[in-house]
């Protein structure tokens, strides 16, 4: 069990360099200055390029960026000197987590239930709904969803503010575009999972006894078919994360999705580099967590590396 | 007796869902080859005369902003969105296919090596290589496919690895290899070809992947952008015009929701399939 934590730790390690790393470079690549416009003469380019120490060799600039990433510093941004990215990801964030965490929520309680409502119920009728609804759901990308809901039901129909994070129903919409995908697949995993657990012979055993279903279903089923969703919170966690950039962009929320977005826009150099670095390190580091918190956990990965 | 009955009524059901998902599927690829090409319309072509015009018989979707039909941009976005799903699927799955295949098959050291970097990669969002690429390689079809290949090959490469494991144990593998049969040989004319349903399945779900990649990255601003027009840039720009024309947004949205939920369903019943026959 050590060997495979450890193992994993070094691997995160090494994804979180690599992401630094590729990054670093891949933005120094993008063509064209972030200080080239209309009006603003060559001299004037270079000598702000030269202050920021863009003209120093690449092997430095990486060298020192790397040396004040691991102090925690992602620098100065361009567009808006004056502000560093630290302050613009610390403005930004709360409203893209609020957001995510919402939808990650909403989606672990909808998909279970369902997933156990699919599981439990005999009526084929049933099935069927939530088996196609589920289809939909995990077909329609998320941007289309919330563009649909804000034409219906914030442009029509006015029940919902179209724009900003800053009460109770203006999470309704956003949240519900969000989380359709990632509900649609833990419907899927524990509607299955449960499937096969009922069929096992410990349920059998358990209704012999004379246990009613819902019992069976939430004090022994449910927890062994939980695993798959328990791994799965770290790959929900990264498209919840993207999947915000448009939805950030739909709603006219200043999360961190609209900042990138934005800085991609302005060609603010700084900026686009420290959110992907930032939003990739949460994401790797949840990715982490929820694998060794899965592999802890779940007694069948805990004997597999036993026996190694 | 009668549950056999009702696994096979099932079944039944089953296959009609997906005869009807196939069907839309072979309308909306015949739409989006011939609309563009056979069409009376060009998807670029501007004509001030007919500007904003609301659906009719010659306009089935209206006109938008510079004249241009609705219909025709629309179908000619979802040619370019099965271009790239399609195009980004094929060389994925093969990259997928060799590394898996090289990892199971060889095993030890090398599996360990190829699916530790495999790990590495995968664990970093990809959505964020992707827009960087485009930035680097300025927006187009190509840097497109080439974003979505960084890392879309790795479920591929998972799936074959897994298969390999499990069939390079079997009898008839053995017995190609007593016969003195070379390993490639081996890999490629009896250990891939078993693997072939996993693969398709695979592949099925890669292509609607692909497909809302480039969609929602369009609809960004950072994929696709005038005046090569997919059905993500089609929504970008109908998104703000949607409540004079709502028409221009709901068009190319719906008819992209459908060929995803196509794609879902017909790799759901492959899925499905796989299972059974194994």
Not at chain 1, 13 to 25: E, K
Request: aromatic share 10%; net charge positive; charged share 15%.
């Amino acid at each position: 069990m050590m060997r495979y934590t450890w193992k994993r730790i070094l691997t995160g390690i090494v994804s979180l360099f690599l992401l630094a790393t590729v990054t670093f470079f891949l933005v120094r690549l993008i063509p064209g200055s972030p200080f080239q416009r209309g009006g603003v003469s060559e001299q004037v380019v270079e000598a702000v390029e030269e202050e920021y120490g863009l003209n120093d060799p690449l092997i430095e600039q990486y060298l020192s960026y790397m040396g004040n990433l691991l102090k925690g510093d992602l620098g100065i941004s361009y567009q808006d000197p004056g502000t560093s990215v630290e302050e613009i990801i610390g403005r930004a964030a709360p409203l893209t987590v609020s957001l995510g965490l919402s939808a990650l929520i909403v989606s672990v309680i909808v998909g279970t239930g369902c997933g156990v409502f699919y599981a439990a119920s005999e009526k084929r009728a049933v099935k069927k709904v939530i088996g196609s609804l589920g289809m939909l759901a995990a077909g329609i990308p998320g941007f289309a969803a919330a563009i649909l809901l804000l034409m219906v039901f914030s442009v029509k129909l006015k029940w919902f503010p179209s724009s900003g994070l800053f009460s109770f129903s203006h999470y309704i919409l956003p949240v519900t575009a969000l989380s359709l995908y990632p509900t649609a697949v833990i419907t899927r995993m524990t509607g299955h999972a449960l499937d096969e657990e009922m069929a096992k012979d410990y349920v059998l055993f358990a209704r012999a006894k004379g246990l009613k279903k819902s019992r069976i279903i939430f004090t022994h089923a449910l927890k062994n078919a939980w695993f798959p969703v328990l791994n799965y919170i770290g790959p929900a966690s990264a498209f919840l994360l993207t999947g915000s950039f448009a939805i950030e962009s739909v709603f006219t929320i200043p999360g961190l999705g609209r900042e990138f977005v934005m800085s991609i826009a302005n060609r603010d150099y700084t900026l686009i580099l420290g959110l992907t670095v930032f939003m990739g390190t949460v994401v790797i580091l949840l990715n982490l967590l929820t694998d060794l918190l899965g592999a802890w956990l779940d007694p069948s990965v805990r004997r597999a590396y036993r026996k190694k | 007796m009668r549950k056999e009955n009702r696994i096979s009524s099932k079944k039944r059901k089953g296959y009609r869902d997906e005869k009807a998902a196939l069907i839309i599927l072979l309308i909306w690829i015949f739409l989006a080859v011939c609309v563009p090409l056979f069409g009376p319309y060009s998807p670029t072509e501007q004509n001030a005369e007919i500007r904003n015009q609301p659906m009719s018989l010659i306009h089935f979707f209206g006109t938008d902003e510079f004249g241009r039909d609705n219909f025709t941009r629309v179908w000619y976005g979802a040619g370019i969105s099965l271009v790239i799903g399609v195009g980004s699927s094929l060389i994925n799955g093969m990259i997928g296919i060799l590394y898996g295949a090289v990892a199971g098959y060889r095993g030890k050291r090398i599996d360990m090596i190829l699916m530790r970097a495999a790990d590495v990669i995968a664990a970093i969002p990809s959505i964020l290589y992707v827009i960087l690429i485009t930035l680097v390689m300025g927006p187009g079809i190509k840097s497109m496919i080439f974003g979505i290949c960084i890392a879309g090959w790795i479920d591929m490469a998972r799936v074959v690895r897994g298969e390999m494991i499990r069939l390079k144990e079997t009898d008839f593998a053995a017995a190609a290899k007593i016969d003195g049969i070379s390993g490639i040989r081996i890999l490629f004319r009896h250990l891939l070809p078993n693997a072939l349903g996993m693969i398709v399945v695979n592949f099925l779900f890669l292509i609607p992947q692909a497909i809302f990649t480039e969609a929602f990255l369009s609809f960004l601003g950072v994929g696709l952008s005038a005046p090569t027009a997919s059905l993500g840039t089609l929504i970008q720009e109908g998104r703000d015009r949607m409540i004079l024309y709502p028409c221009e947004l709901l068009a190319p949205l719906i008819t992209l929701c459908v060929l995803l939920v196509v794609f879902h369903i017909l790799a759901m019943a492959m899925e499905r399939r796989g299972g059974q026959t194994d």
